[in-house]
């Protein structure tokens, strides 16, 4: 104990004062030498009294992570056997003035949660619990492919030749990963620098063999086109390892078994409607854990590994991979002489002007791993649901998965700010957006196991593109071969069909594969519930952390998710899924909800019949926007419609309210806009209005005139301005689309029209996008100013200040514009990420054309998640894909009430005005920091655009809670 009388003897000469964290340091020090020192330990417990500090003052400010608070505790009782330390109750309100309602508990239980009744009895729940955890502790589920048939003997021969491979690669890199490892150790000095031989030797030689096995296959599964980058491919095996390292740590040091007793207690929440009442998912948690007396938190501290260490570690991995495994490249032919070369290889490519360095399997390989036609497919635990509700956000570097790192915010590659900047404010001002992310993830799920097996059944039979279901790569013609009888310009022509045919076998693989992973695990979990844990991006927009089935994804995805939670239909339900039906259509997009309903009624034997015949009758359901949904809801329909009593019947299905042009109805709203805000349907109509026709017809408008004084390319326009041509452009407008965009848009628009002459389609489109830009700043003229001044505020802040854009959403999330330069001459490696860390500079362009589409990204989220965490006060059931809500067809009612209220709420704050003064604080410059001005100075331009704030229009806000239009 030595050192540590030492180190406080040098405090004290120093002056330093030593607070709660400097002694439990030291008592922690003390425990870990055996026996513990008693007479040092009442040394220092004399000098917290001495210091005036309590032992309570250590448990309630130090933070301990893994065993360090069970060792400052097991030396205190050494010296007072009755100490117990006190676990206050954390504050669990919300800060921003907004959320303030939700502070108060309700008076009132709940008359039903969406979640009571979903689990199975505690028996069950607790074994579905240890089968979630056991899976995440392997890191692999396994699920069985769709894809499966009974083997045929080229099949048997392919499958017993790659099992053969794997067992001579695992025998190869035990012996060349044993041989590497002495290698680094002997290299390895511990006062001369970052060494990766230290993060190597936490696993055995047998783990990075599984690792690498599993690797191969991955590459073998790729795209015959795309292929990751190195660095993005280091980054992740290194990440790998990482995991598997802090996996051991959880159960070293008993984090595990913590964690299980705080979960099973946490299950309550679920199947007590006046725990739900009273409770959020976090705070109820922390209630468990403060009544529990024993902290439960998977918190590693310092153990995650650095972007620099991690790419390292894979590249260590993947060279070893590079270097080492060889495969016989005649081994699905008859040959007398064998060729062994590397199973994979590095391939360079162009990119602009930077050369990419990829990983490439060889295509014997991708060969006999596509013809062995595997009956499983193996996916990290965190690519799929859970089988119990995930663990709470409590913090932002706790929540997610149970056990297997979840980051909360999903960034770029190469961006570092965002996750350091969240990760350092206090947690309780991010508690919305943790709340938020709580209550998404605590939705339960089913499989609506109909529309699965009919999308199973299609996809086995070759696919159908008509209704989006990928076609095999067998379907693709043949490539044609090149003769030597053929002219240059004859081969020329060969060579540039077999490019076009090669790149969609390469779309064709991608899109065939991206459907098989969603049927395979859907199929999984055909016969359970699941949940999806949640994160958010750096705007705070909010995904599923699994990225392949999930309701983010495409028409087939979400046409075979239902509630898990079933409710009967009441008075309006079945005319909200009729209504929801013709939604999707997208055929009557101009027409009220009542003429909606009513042709629903009038279609009713089309929908029944689709529900009835989907593959064989007049297959009306095929014609939609959202062909898969669209089935989905006919047979919903069809079911509700012929029970005894529709308003019993009990539903599973979501109905989706989306926003009309979302985020113009957001810029509207902060302008006050009132001409806009009727385009985007802010204001109350009796029939929705479409801004996308309204410019359209301004558009015409000018067409027709420039036609009148004979302008040519006005007249060649002539029948062809229409809303569809202009829909695109319009929509990416507020998200920041330029004008040269803008032209490719309308161009690719006008390809499409047959009848539109082709060498007129490039003026025609800059001609179209000139006139749709000036539309839009007459029908949104202060969307318009507001979007300029962000440009303005993001360009000045990015090329005087040197600094990304930042800012603060209503809701407390701090966020930082991911976008810097790359250094000259870049390549992306280990030392590249270090450099980039140390000398990143905003890429101006980036900043400033971002600035507006991410400002807007985080108000729509910000408006997401309030209607989210009143929605859940009220006791519906909440989802969402950004702009998209959806409840229960009985709720939809309570839902879009919320939904109105929330955004009157939002749009109440002075947002604007909040931004400039936060902008203003953090990027502004002094009188005492610019001295003496010269002419032009652009610092002074700085500080006078951080100061003008756009003039706001005279729209009255309230109007929103009348619009029926809204979101419908």
């Given at each position: 104990m030595v050192t540590v009388k030492e180190i406080f003897q040098q405090m004290k000469s120093d002056g330093i004062r030593p607070n709660a964290q400097s002694f439990a340091s030291a008592l922690e020090t003390i425990a870990r030498h055996d026996p513990i020192d008693v007479k040092t330990a009442k040394r220092i417990i004399r000098q917290m009294q001495d210091e005036n500090?309590?032992?309570q003052d250590m448990f309630l400010q130090c933070r301990f992570v893994l065993d360090e608070r069970d060792c400052v505790l097991r030396v205190i009782h050494e010296i007072r056997p009755n100490f117990q330390p006190t676990i206050p109750f954390c504050d669990v309100s919300y800060q921003p003035t907004i959320l303030e309602s939700l502070n108060h508990r309700p008076s009132a239980v709940l008359k039903d949660t969406p979640y009571r009744g979903v689990l199975p009895n505690r028996d069950l729940s607790r074994q579905l619990l240890k089968d979630q955890m056991d899976r995440e502790m392997r890191g692999v589920l396994t699920v069985k492919s769709i894809d499966a048939v009974a083997p045929d003997a080229k099949t048997r021969l392919y499958r017993s030749k790659l099992d053969s491979l794997k067992q001579q690669w695992a025998k190869t890199l035990e012996m060349s990963l044993q041989r590497n490892m002495d290698a680094l150790k002997m290299q390895f000095r511990p006062k001369r620098g970052v060494h990766i031989y230290p993060y190597l030797a936490t696993l055995p030689i047998s783990d990075y063999v599984d690792i690498l096995v599993d690797e191969l296959i991955r590459l073998a599964q790729g795209s015959e086109g795309y292929t990751p980058s190195t660095f993005m491919l280091h980054a992740q095996l290194g990440r790998k390892v990482m995991d598997k390292y802090l996996l051991q740590c959880k159960k070293n040091y008993k984090l595990v078994d913590r964690l299980e007793k705080t979960y099973s207690e946490y299950l309550k929440y679920f199947e007590d409607k006046q725990v739900t009442s009273m409770y959020n998912c976090r705070q109820y948690w922390e209630k468990v854990e403060h009544d529990m007396k024993l902290p439960a938190r998977a918190d590693l501290g310092e153990h995650s590994w650095s972007k620099f260490i991690?790419?390292?570690?894979?590249?260590?991995?993947?060279?070893?991979i590079i270097n080492e495994i060889k495969m016989d490249s005649t081994m699905l032919r008859q040959v007398e002489m064998h060729q062994y070369v590397p199973a994979v290889y590095k391939v360079y490519r162009h990119y602009a002007d930077r050369l990419k360095e990829e990983v490439k399997p060889h295509p014997v390989l991708v060969k006999l791993y596509k013809g062995s036609r595997p009956e499983t497919l193996n996916f990290d635990t965190d690519m799929c649901p859970t089988c119990v509700p995930p663990h709470p956000w409590l913090t932002a570097k706790t929540g997610g998965y149970l056990l297997q790192k979840t980051v909360l915010t999903r960034l770029p590659e190469m961006s570092m700010k965002q996750g350091c900047v969240v990760d350092l404010v206090p947690s309780k001002q991010i508690f919305p957006i943790l709340d938020t992310l709580n209550q998404l993830g605590a939705s339960p799920w089913i499989v609506n196991k109909p529309v699965l097996d009919l999308i199973i059944q299609v996809f086995r039979n070759g696919g159908m593109e008509q209704v989006d279901i990928p076609l095999p790569v067998s379907q693709c013609p043949a490539l044609p071969k090149i003769t030597r009888d053929l002219?240059?310009?004859?081969?020329?022509?060969?060579?540039?069909?077999?490019?076009?045919?090669?790149?969609?076998?390469?779309?064709m693989f991608s899109l065939w594969c991206d459907a098989l992973y969603k049927l395979s695990i859907a199929n999984h979990f055909r016969d359970s519930v699941f949940w999806f844990p949640q994160n958010i991006d750096f705007r705070g927009r909010v995904y599923p952390v699994p990225p392949h089935f999930q309701h983010l994804g495409g028409?087939?995805?979400?046409?075979?998710?239902l509630f898990a939670k079933g409710m009967p239909l009441g008075d309006k339900g079945l005319d909200w899924l009729k209504i929801h039906l013709i939604n999707l259509t997208g055929l009557k997009k101009k027409s009220s909800l009542t003429d909606r309903l009513a042709w629903a009624n009038e279609i009713l034997d089309d929908i029944l019949d689709s529900a009835d015949n989907p593959l064989t009758g007049k297959q009306w359901w095929k014609e939609s926007d959202d062909p898969w949904q669209t089935l989905a809801c006919c047979m919903e329909i069809a079911n509700a419609s012929r029970s005894p009593n529709p308003a019993a019947y009990v539903s599973h299905f979501p109905v989706h309210q989306d926003g009309s042009c979302n985020g113009l109805q957001h810029y509207a709203a902060l302008g006050r806009d009132q001409k806009g805000a009727e385009a985007v349907n802010l204001y109350p109509f009796e029939t929705p209005q479409d801004v996308y026709s309204g410019v359209a017809g301004l558009v015409e408008k000018e067409r027709l005139q420039d036609a009148a004084?004979?302008?040519?390319?006005?007249?060649?326009?002539?029948?062809?301005?229409s809303r569809k041509v202009v829909k695109q452009t319009v929509m990416t407008i507020v998200y920041g689309v330029t004008r040269y965009g803008a032209r490719a848009q309308i161009q690719k628009q006008l390809a499409d029209i047959k009848a539109f002459p082709e060498h007129k389609s490039l003026p025609a489109a800059s001609?179209?996008?000139?006139?749709?830009?000036?539309?839009?700043?007459?029908?949104?003229?202060?969307?318009?100013?507001?979007?300029?001044?962000?440009?303005?505020?993001?360009?000045?802040i990015s090329s005087v200040r040197n600094k990304p854009v930042e800012w603060v959403t209503p809701l407390g999330l701090p966020v930082v514009q991911p976008y810097f330069k790359l250094p000259k001459n870049y390549a992306e490696s280990s030392r590249s990420v270090h450099l980039l860390q140390a000398n990143s500079k905003p890429n101006v362009m980036k900043q400033k054309n971002a600035f507006p589409p991410n400002f807007v990204h985080s108000l729509d989220s910000s408006h997401m998640m309030l209607t989210c965490l009143h929605a859940a006060r009220a006791g519906i059931s909440f989802a969402a894909v950004h702009d998209s809500y959806w409840t229960h067809p009985a709720n939809v009612d309570i839902m879009n009430k919320l939904t109105r209220e929330q955004f009157v709420a939002l749009h109440s704050l002075p947002i604007l005005d909040d931004l400039s003064e936060f902008l203003e604080k953090r990027f502004s410059y002094s009188p005492g920091d610019i001295g003496t001005p010269f002419p032009e100075d652009p610092r002074l331009r700085l500080?006078?655009?951080?100061?003008?704030?756009?003039?706001?229009?005279?729209?009255?806000?309230?109007?929103?809670?009348?619009?029926?239009?809204?979101?419908?």
């Open positions: 500090i309590p032992l991690l790419v390292r570690i894979g590249k260590f991995l993947y060279d070893t002219s240059s310009e004859e081969k020329n022509v060969i060579y540039r069909q077999r490019f076009m045919l090669k790149k969609k076998r390469s779309e028409d087939m995805a979400r046409s075979m998710l004084a004979d302008v040519e390319i006005a007249k060649v326009l002539d029948g062809f301005v001609y179209l996008a000139e006139k749709t830009f000036d539309s839009i700043k007459q029908m949104f003229t202060s969307a318009r100013q507001i979007q300029d001044w962000f440009v303005d505020c993001a360009k000045l500080n006078a655009v951080l100061k003008s704030v756009p003039t706001k229009g005279k729209f009255d806000l309230t109007s929103v809670l009348r619009s029926t239009y809204f979101f419908s």
